[in-house]
């Protein structure tokens, strides 16, 4: 075995079987129409694999449950098309509730303290301006008023922010599985 492949194999020892009963648990309780919860579990750990060989996952656990889910979802509407005349139809509000599951809060959490990291990073005329544009909604004008900027500057200095937080991203390791 060479030694990528030697830290390889010790990365998903420590970082991503530790999740898979979970991982397993929460498919079969979630989804149970959805497949064969082997299969997607063994999926799942093969994209990861693949987007591990790119670069570093940051949240491999958050990376699992994402990833499970979307295909658990992409069974059920194949299923849907697929389903056999008079079999019984799936209702996906009994199926599909994602929005207190605690993979998909934990993961929005971590990203919103990456997002939170990001914008304190930047200059104080930047944060003032993606927080107020980004954050509140504000319109350029709106922001150019309340700082009692031009607008232009509104503009720029939005461009700026958006550009070091995208760089903050990348030098954190945030963007790595997006980027090839």
């Known amino acids: ?19 898979e009963k979970e991982l ?6 979630r989804f149970p129409t959805a497949g064969d ?44 098309y697929e389903r056999p005349q008079g079999a019984e139809e799936l209702d996906p509000l009994s199926i599909v509730d994602d929005l207190n599951s605690p993979p998909e809060s934990l993961a929005k959490e971590e990203e919103l303290q990456h997002l939170i990291k990001a914008i304190q990073s930047l200059p104080n005329r930047c944060r003032q301006v993606m927080t107020l544009r980004k954050i509140y909604g504000l319109s350029q004008k709106e922001v150019a008023q309340r700082l009692g900027i031009s607008v232009h500057t509104v503009e720029a200095q939005g461009s700026i922010g958006l550009r070091k937080c995208i760089e903050y991203f990348r030098c954190h390791g945030y963007l790595a599985h997006f980027e090839k």
């Open 1 to 19: 075995m060479s030694p990528q492949n030697a830290e390889q194999a010790r990365w998903f020892v420590d970082e991503v079987l530790p999740h």
């Open 24 to 29: 397993r648990g929460w498919l079969h309780v």
């Open 37 to 80: 919860v082997d299969d997607m579990v063994q999926e799942t750990f093969a994209r990861l694999l693949k987007v591990h060989d790119s670069g570093p996952v940051v949240n491999p656990r958050a990376f699992l449950f994402v990833t499970a889910r979307n295909m658990a979802l992409n069974q059920l509407r194949h299923l849907r």
